[in-house]
Every structure is written in structure tokens, then in C-alpha cells.
């Protein structure tokens, strides 16, 4: 059965004795010094150090009778805590095993935090701010569902010409080796190639690799620079994913991509280096298109 504590009496007792050891441990240091530096020969006569010694004393005296107040307050428990099959860890005799205690107190306080954090972090999750939907719903309405990723090849075909046309130095073809999904395989001029795997008009997945290497989508390219640059797209093409107008998603993930036709050629906007941990610039900013190191863009 569990016993009732009364928490207030209880966090004022020990508000209590922190007073009571805190002023006891001022009133030692007041002692051991002894008055040093007085004027008088008899410096345990000194009339500061006298009013100090006293001042602490009923200081002392006032703690200790809130400390009894306070504990006079509490009611003895009925009868010994229940500390379940935790209280056989005291028969343990090896030696090895008799700090199960100690680590099994760490794991009732990280329980303890983890929900904690989980209740803080409830209300904040419920403002449902990590939708990457662009879509306003109310709640009388039936929300519509996306259907960019269910769309006919033609309508796939028309948007990447479209975005073929914009940029003249980056030549793409389109394949179909999975059923109807494009896979879009790209060549920005003599800096790197790349596929694009599309599901509908929604970007599935990014693969930059160097142009004398095997494209395919699962293989990382060999190249540290590729493989960060891959690592950036993907991040991109979360950041402009949108459902309601997939086709301006597209144009806009494009553009971006199109940028790294400078990738070894414009020093970062940061460091104003061309290189730094034998690194060019790969990251894009999203809105002005200018590189940044990895180290310099936050």
C-alpha cells in the first residue's frame, strides 16, 4: 500500500535544515577566523566579532525551531516502505553486483525526467507545426487528401520538360525502369550527374555522384564532395516539398540544384574561401542560391 506523504511539510523541513547547515557552516568560518583584523589586543573581545558569533547563534536557534515545527508536522509512516523485489538486492553478496542499487536509482530518475519531457513536449507537439502540408483545414471541413504522388506519366513528362527549358546547360532524360515512377537522370555541365527518383510529381530520392562514375541510386559516390552534396539535396527536397502544388515544388528543387554549376569556381559568402577542410563550398542557401561551407552556414 502506498503511504500518504505530506509534500508541502515535507520540502518545508528540508528547506529547514538547509538554512540550519548553512548558517551553521557561516557561523564556523566566523569562528576559525577568530576576529583577524581587529583593532583591540584581545580580539575575542571585539565587538563585531562578538555581534557576528551572536547574530548566527539566534539565526541558528530560529532554524532549528522552524526545523521542529516543520517536523512535528509529518506523520510516521504506518508501517515500512514497499520497495518490492529492489529490497532483495541487499542480499546480494557479491561484491560485483551490489552497485545494482545505485544504478537502479539512476533509472527510476531517468524514467522520471523522460516523463517529465514527455508531458512538456505534448503541448508543444500538438500545434502540429512539423506538417510539411501547405494545406489549411478547418475542422468542420474533410480535410483533402494530396495526390501528387498519383499522377499520369504525362502530366510528370510536362513538368520536367518544363523545367528542361529553363536551364539550357543542364541536360536531363527521362526513364521508366519501376513500373510508372520517372527516374529523371541529370548532367549539370562538367561538374557532376545525378538521378532523380520521382513517385508522381513528388521527389522520392536524390543520387549526385562525379561524371566518370556508375550511376545508380542505392551507391554513394566515392567522392567526399558528392556525397555531401547528396546529403544536402535531400535536405532540400524536404525543404521544398509541398503537396498542393507539386509542379512549383519541382521548379523550385531545380533551381536550387542547378546552383552547384559553380561548385568549384565561387569562394563561400562567409569565409570568402574557396576551400576549407579541403572542401568547396556544398551547401546552397535556399533562398539566395549563395554557397556557404559547411562549417559557415549557421
Not at 536551364?167 to 545525378?194: C, D, E, H, K, W
Not at 513528388?202 to 562514375?213: A, F, H, N, P, S
Amino acid at each position: 500500500m502506498a503511504v500518504s506523504i505530506p509534500t508541502d511539510s515535507l520540502y518545508s523541513a528540508l528547506n529547514s535544515v538547509k538554512k540550519l547547515r548553512t548558517f551553521m557552516g557561516d557561523l564556523f568560518k566566523v569562528l576559525s577566523s577568530g576576529g583577524v583584523g581587529c583593532e583591540k589586543a584581545d580580539k575575542f573581545l571585539d565587538s563585531k566579532f562578538v555581534e557576528d558569533v551572536q547574530d548566527y547563534i539566534n539565526k541558528i536557534n530560529q532554524a532549528f525551531r522552524d526545523l521542529e515545527q516543520s517536523t512535528n508536522n509529518l506523520s510516521a509512516p504506518a508501517g515500512p516502505f514497499s520497495l518490492g523485489n529492489s529490497a532483495l538486492l541487499s542480499q546480494e553478496s557479491v561484491p560485483n553486483k551490489q552497485a545494482l542499487y545505485k544504478q537502479l536509482v539512476k533509472s527510476f530518475k531517468w524514467n522520471d525526467k523522460v516523463h517529465e519531457y514527455s508531458a512538456m513536449s505534448l503541448p508543444l507537439l500538438s500545434f502540429n507545426l512539423l506538417k510539411r502540408s501547405h494545406a489549411n483545414s478547418s475542422p468542420k471541413r474533410r480535410r483533402i487528401q494530396p495526390n501528387c504522388h498519383n499522377v499520369p506519366p504525362q502530366v510528370v513528362d510536362s513538368a520536367i520538360a518544363f523545367v528542361d527549358r529553363l536551364f539550357p546547360n543542364m541536360t536531363m532524360s527521362v526513364t521508366r525502369p519501376y513500373t510508372s515512377n520517372a527516374v529523371l537522370q541529370i548532367t549539370l555541365g562538367r561538374v557532376f550527374q545525378g538521378l532523380i527518383s520521382f513517385k508522381g510529381l513528388m521527389i522520392e530520392w536524390v543520387m549526385i555522384k562525379g561524371l566518370g562514375e556508375q550511376l545508380d541510386l542505392w551507391t554513394e559516390s566515392r567522392y567526399k564532395v558528392f556525397q555531401k552534396v547528396t546529403e544536402n539535396t535531400h535536405a532540400a527536397m524536404l525543404h521544398f516539398y509541398s503537396p498542393t502544388i507539386p509542379d512549383y515544388a519541382i521548379r523550385s528543387f531545380m533551381t536550387w540544384l542547378h546552383s552547384y554549376q559553380s561548385l568549384f569556381s565561387d569562394p563561400c559568402k562567409s569565409c570568402h574561401n574557396h576551400l576549407h577542410n579541403n572542401m568547396p563550398p556544398t551547401w546552397r542557401d535556399y533562398r539566395s542560391l549563395e554557397p556557404y561551407h559547411e562549417e559557415c552556414k549557421h
